[in-house]
């Protein structure tokens, strides 16, 4: 599904325009990207939750020069989906 046929979607559904249905969406997005970029979980209910984990830095192997490199620590993002959609998922 493109993100144009979401809008779509949610446009026919709640019957709004699709101007007010993108400027929701955008919102939405840019509320939950605000929340995670400051270092907080966010969990929409009956979807999952979206939590910023700190990956520590590692020593890797490097085949071609033959040498041992670190790779620095970074932020990545984990997502854990709710119950409901577990069991939406699995029927």
Same mark, same amino acid.
């Given at each position: 599904?493109?993100?144009?046929?979401?809008?779509?979607?949610?446009?026919?559904?709640?019957?709004?325009?699709?101007?007010?249905?993108?400027?929701? !969406?955008?919102?939405?997005?840019?509320?939950?990207?605000?929340? $995670?970029? *400051?270092?907080? %979980?966010? @969990?929409?209910?009956?979807?999952? !939750?979206?939590?910023?984990?700190?990956?520590?830095?590692?020593? $890797?192997? *490097?085949?071609? %020069?033959? @040498?041992?490199?670190?790779?620095? !620590?970074?932020?990545?993002?984990?997502?854990?989906?709710?119950?409901?959609?577990?069991?939406?998922?699995?029927?």
């Amino acid at each position: 599904m493109t993100n144009k046929e979401f809008l779509e979607k949610i446009s026919q559904k709640t019957h709004l325009e699709m101007d007010e249905v993108k400027e929701l !969406s955008s919102s939405l997005i840019g509320v939950v990207l605000d929340e $995670i970029a *400051n270092g907080n %979980s966010v @969990t929409i209910q009956g979807f999952g !939750s979206f939590e910023p984990r700190e990956k520590a830095s590692r020593k $890797i192997y *490097n085949p071609t %020069s033959k @040498t041992y490199m670190v790779v620095p !620590s970074k932020t990545t993002l984990s997502y854990k989906m709710s119950a409901v959609l577990k069991t939406q998922l699995n029927k």
